[in-house]
C-alpha cells in the first residue's frame, strides 16, 4: 500500500527505568492509553522558496496540522527548511529565508523547535555560493541567526519525556558527511546521563539508522551495498552503543530521505518521517506523499506515530511538468 493510505502506529518497548513522574509501564499494547504527557507535530524536509507553490504547500501544512481535532501542542522541525543555502548566493538565500520566515509567521499559531538540516547551512559550497567564508552568518550561523536557537544543537524537556536536538552535518573533503563531531558526542553522553531519569526523543536531520536509505535507487551495485556518507549517521554503531546503555533512549526521529520507515533495534525505535515537499514540490518521492508525522508521548515511556498526508497536489509549471 502507498504511504498515503498508510497510517503509522507505534509502540516502545515497556519502560525499564523509573522515570520522574513517569509510572513504569505494565501493558504497552494497550489499545487506548491515558496519561499522555505531549502531541507533538515533526515537520522536516521543507524545502521553502518562492517557487513550485511552496509558500502554499507550507501555508496547507501548517492549516491541516492546526485543524486536527486533536491538535498537537508543539511543532519540531527536522532540518532543510529552505530549498537550498549550501550552494547559494547571498540574495537568494536570504529570499528563501524570509519567505519561510513569512509563512511561518503567518500561518504557525504552535511553538516551534527547530533542528539544522545540510541545506540550510550558508555557503560551504564556496564556488556556487561565491562566499569566502568570512560574510556574517557564514555556514551553521545562518540557521542559528534564523531561528534564534541556543547553538547548533541543545536540549529541552517536556514533563518526563527529554528531547536532544542534534547536529548532523560536517564537512568532508568533497562535500558534507552524516556524523557528530566530538563535541557534540560528549555533550551527548552528558545529557543521556544527566537526564537518566527521564524518557529520551533524539531529534537529528540525517537517520542514525534507516531501512529507507537503502531503496532510495539503485545502491546494490557489483553485488555491494552502497551508500552515501551523506545519506546516514556513519557513527551508527557508536551512537548504538551508546544507547545501550540508557534503556531510556526509546526514539530516535530523523528526515533528509524524503521516505517513511521505522527500524527497530535494541530497543530503540528510528523513524524516518517523510518530507512536507515530497519530491521537492513536484509530486510524491517513490512511496512518499507530502506529510509530516504526529507523535503523542506518554508517561509510561510509550509512544504512538502516524504520517498524515495533508492533500497537497504539485501544480505543473508553464511548460507543463509538475
Known sequence: MRIRRRDFLT?????????????????????????????????????????????????????????????????????????DAFAAKPDWVAVQYETFRTVM?????????????????????????????????????????????????????????????????????????????????????NQLQTHRHQYIVIVSHIPILSAAVFLDGDNAKDGHWSLPKEWMHLDACRLKDLFKQYPNVRLCISGHLHLVDRVEYNGVVYICDGAVCASWWKGDYYECDEGYGVFDLYEDGTFRHQYLSYGWTAAPDRKGEV
Open 11 to 83: 509502540a516502545a518497548v515497556p519502560a525499564l527505568l523509573g522515570a520522574g513522574g513517569c509510572a513504569l509501564s505494565k501493558s504497552a499494547s494497550q489499545e487506548k492509553k491515558s496519561g499522555r504527557v505531549l502531541r507533538f507535530a515533526h515537520f522536516t524536509d521543507i524545502h521553502m522558496e518562492p517557487k513550485r507553490k511552496a509558500p502554499e504547500g507550507l501555508a496547507k501544512a501548517l492549516r491541516h496540522m492546526q485543524s486536527l481535532e486533536d491538535r498537537p501542542s508543539l511543532l519540531i522541525t527536522g532540518g532543510d527548511h529552505v530549498m
Open 105 to 189: 509567521r503567518e500561518h504557525c499559531a504552535v511553538p516551534v523547535r527547530y533542528c539544522i538540516g545540510n541545506h540550510d547551512v550558508w555557503g560551504w559550497n564556496k564556488e556556487y555560493s561565491q562566499t569566502t567564508g568570512q560574510e556574517p552568518y557564514w555556514g551553521k550561523d545562518r540557521p542559528i541567526h534564523e531561528f534564534g536557537l541556543p547553538g547548533r544543537y541543545y536540549a529541552f524537556s517536556e514533563g518526563c519525556w527529554h528531547f536532544i536536538i542534534l547536529d548532523s552535518t560536517h564537512p568532508s573533503t568533497d562535500n558534507y558527511e552524516a556524523r557528530l563531531d566530538e563535541e557534540q558526542f560528549q555533550w551527548l553522553q
